[in-house]
Nanobody, 124 residues
Framework: QVQLVESGGGLVQAGGSLKLSCVASGRTFSRTFMGWFRQAPGKEREFVARISWSGSTTYYHESVKGRFTISRDNAKNTVYLQMNSLKPEDTAVYYC?????????????????WGQGTQVTVSS
């Protein structure tokens, strides 16, 4: 089992940056593929980024490529999402999620562990 707690959300102007953190508890974090999802009001939760257990492989939604960077520090049981050049359409609740299976799944159903979410609001 892995428990996840996100932090780092907030209000930022368009073009600004935020760095989200997700701290995990549980012995299997280093063997868990991690992802970030987001959910805007009235919309379904969508995939943002994913990172392999070693950090060597990452995958991004097309809308955030070149602006967002996912990383992890297994020694600190933490996964990060650096968000640059933020746009108003990035406004959403951002969720950290864990998938115990390897691969590059972007399917929400493959993720067994979820945090409570952190709000990101980008003003125009």
């Amino acid at each position: 089992q892995v428990q996840l707690v996100e932090s780092g959300g907030g209000l930022v102007q368009a073009g600004g940056s935020l760095k989200l953190s997700c701290v995990a508890s549980g012995r299997t974090f280093s063997r868990t593929f991690m992802g970030w999802f987001r959910q805007a009001p009235g919309k379904e939760r969508e995939f943002v980024a994913r990172i392999s257990w070693s950090g060597s492989t990452t995958y991004y939604h097309e809308s955030v490529k070149g602006r967002f960077t996912i990383s992890r520090d297994n020694a600190k049981n933490t996964v990060y999402l650096q968000m640059n050049s933020l746009k108003p359409e990035d406004t959403a609740v951002y969720y950290c999620a864990g998938d115990p299976s390897p691969g590059l799944s972007t399917d929400i159903r493959d993720y067994d562990y979820w945090g409570q979410g952190t709000q990101v609001t980008v003003s125009s």
